[in-house]
T-cell receptor, first 113, second 110 residues
Framework: SAVISQKPSRDICQRGTSLTIQCQVD?????MFWYRQQPGQSLTLIAT?????????ESGFVIDKFPISRPNLTFSTLTVSNMSPEDSSIYLC??????????FGPGTRLTVL | DAKTTQPTSMDCAEGRAANLPCNHS???????VYWYRQIHSQGPQYIIH???NNETNEMASLIITEDRKSSTLILPHATLRDTAVYYC???????????FGTGTRLKVLA
C-alpha cells in the first residue's frame, strides 16, 4: 500500500485568502485524486491530477477556484483560492494502487472564518 | 449519483459478526466492488474488493451475489475500533473515479 502525507494537517484561514495543500506519496503513482468532505457529508471528487497533463475537474469545480499542480509522480498540490466560509471542509488526496484500489491521505481540515 | 445504496446506520454487538449490505443493481460485467471505511474524519481506509467470487482478507470477507447486484461486507468479530462509516463503491467503468454515497454508519456496542 502507498503511504500518503498531507500538509498542513489543519489550518484556520481568513476569508478572501488562499491556502495550498500538499500531498506527498512514498512511491511513484500515475493517478492522483483530490476530494472534499464538507462537514457531516460524504466525500466529493474535485479533480483528477495526472502527471504530465492538466487536471480534470468534476462538475461544480473550476480551475480558478481550485488550481492543481502535479510536478512529478510523487507530489501534488491543491490550492483553495479566495476562500469563503463555505470552503470549510476536509480536503483529501488519494492515489490508485496496483489492484486499482485507492489509498487516501489523512486529510487537511480547513476552517475559513 | 453514486452507483450504490446502503443502509444509513447499523448497530452491532462487540464480538459478533457485522454484516453490511450494499446494492449495486446497475453494475456492469467487469466493474469491481470496493469497500472502504472512514473512522472519525480520518482518510478512508481500503478494506477489500471483488468482482464475482467471494473474497477474504485479514480485515473482512466480501460476499457478492451471483447476479452481482448486491454484496455484503462481513466483519467476523466486530470490535469497538470497527465503529466507522463504511462505503461501498463501484467506480465508473473504465475509470478510477469514485462517487461516494452516504455510506453505512456502523456503531459497535460494548
Amino acid at each position: 500500500s502507498a503511504v500518503i502525507s498531507q500538509k498542513p494537517s489543519r489550518d484556520i484561514c481568513q476569508r478572501g485568502t488562499s491556502l495550498t495543500i500538499q500531498c506527498q506519496v512514498d512511491s511513484q503513482v500515475t493517478m492522483m485524486f483530490w476530494y472534499r468532505q464538507q462537514p457531516g457529508q460524504s466525500l466529493t471528487l474535485i479533480a483528477t491530477a495526472n502527471q504530465g497533463s492538466e487536471a480534470t475537474y468534476e462538475s461544480g469545480f473550476v480551475i480558478d477556484k481550485f488550481p492543481i499542480s502535479r510536478p512529478n509522480l510523487t507530489f501534488s498540490t491543491l490550492t483553495v483560492s479566495n476562500m469563503s466560509p463555505e470552503d470549510s471542509s476536509i480536503y483529501l488526496c488519494s492515489v490508485v494502487g496496483k489492484t486499482n484500489e485507492q489509498f487516501f491521505g489523512p486529510g487537511t481540515r480547513l476552517t475559513v472564518l | 449519483d453514486a452507483k450504490t445504496t446502503q443502509p444509513t446506520s447499523m448497530d452491532c454487538a462487540e464480538g459478533r459478526a457485522a454484516n453490511l449490505p450494499c446494492n449495486h443493481s446497475t453494475i456492469s460485467g467487469n466493474e469491481y466492488v470496493y469497500w472502504y471505511r472512514q473512522i472519525h474524519s480520518q482518510g478512508p481506509q481500503y478494506i477489500i474488493h471483488g468482482l464475482k467470487n467471494n473474497e477474504t482478507n485479514e480485515m473482512a470477507s466480501l460476499i457478492i451475489t451471483e447476479d452481482r447486484k448486491s454484496s455484503t461486507l462481513i466483519l467476523p468479530h466486530a470490535t469497538l475500533r470497527d465503529t466507522a462509516v463504511y462505503y461501498c463503491i463501484v467506480p465508473f467503468q473504465g475509470t478510477y473515479k469514485y462517487i461516494f454515497g452516504t455510506g453505512t454508519r456502523l456503531k459497535v456496542l460494548a
